[in-house]
């Protein structure tokens, strides 16, 4: 899996572009710079219309949807993950600790994204996109590029010890570190790397930005750290060819 901060170029402050994706695509997150109230600054800043927004009323589900010009969904659609082969359409996830997958076939020019919190990720939100890339678009999974967004890191998510039983993998249980107790930690990003292998994604189609939003929080949103309403907004869209 490739890695870290240079994966990501900061056109316009507050404005992220994930690198290693290709040029046929936008890829991109908002920083802190950008919140509810002036998020119409940050679509005209990647060149979005407000009108080719897509987004979904996420429920941290595995729930995926198509996306096309004459099929879009509601805001009220609970589901967590979108695809589309429709240029210049959209598609918009919410995070603030949560994972953004960003997914792209160039093959077939299909876009993805998936908003992947614990539940989505123990339902197999990961594996049921690559699924749907391969069974509505006959994507060969090792074309597939996958781009994983800013996120709580294992470093800073702690959790209980029931995760020993949702993710024996991935979780490590309270330890002492230096005289003071520390709490169960959970690596879902591990995890969502291990689904999308299991799948056939090759590892170094994977594309990690290695933001911890935890320990980023002068610069994203995390919900852990501050119990905020605010989110990042995660878009990707299939760059119209004109």
Not at 140 to 154: C, F, L, T, V
């Amino acid at each position: 899996m490739k890695g870290a901060e240079s994966m990501i170029q900061e056109s316009h402050k507050g404005v992220h572009r994930v690198e290693g994706l290709g040029d046929e695509v936008l890829a991109v997150f908002s920083g802190r710079e950008f919140n509810a109230s002036n998020r119409k600054d940050y679509l005209k800043e990647i060149n979005i219309l407000p009108e080719n927004l897509v987004l979904l009323n996420q429920v941290h589900s595995a729930n995926l949807v198509l996306v096309s010009n004459d099929k879009k969904p509601s805001p009220d659609c609970k589901a967590d993950g979108m695809l589309s082969t429709t240029p210049g359409i959209a598609l918009g996830i919410f995070t603030a600790d949560c994972v953004p997958i960003y997914f792209w076939d160039p093959q077939h020019r299909i876009i993805g994204i998936a908003h992947a919190g614990w539940r989505g990720v123990y339902h197999g939100i990961a594996r049921k996109m690559v699924q749907a890339y391969r069974q509505n678009f006959l994507s060969e999974p090792s074309a597939i590029k996958i781009a994983i967004g800013p996120a709580i890191r294992k470093c800073c998510y702690e959790v209980g010890a029931e995760f020993a039983d949702f993710f024996p993998e991935y979780y490590k249980p309270p330890r002492k570190l230096k005289g003071l107790a520390v709490g169960g930690r959970m690596d879902l990003v591990a995890a969502i790397q291990a689904d999308l292998t299991s799948e056939g994604i090759a590892p170094e189609n994977v594309v990690d930005t290695g933001v911890c939003t935890a320990c980023c929080q002068d610069r994203f949103f995390s919900f852990r750290k501050e119990k905020t309403a605010e989110r990042i907004l995660s878009i990707i869209c299939i760059k119209p060819q004109n």
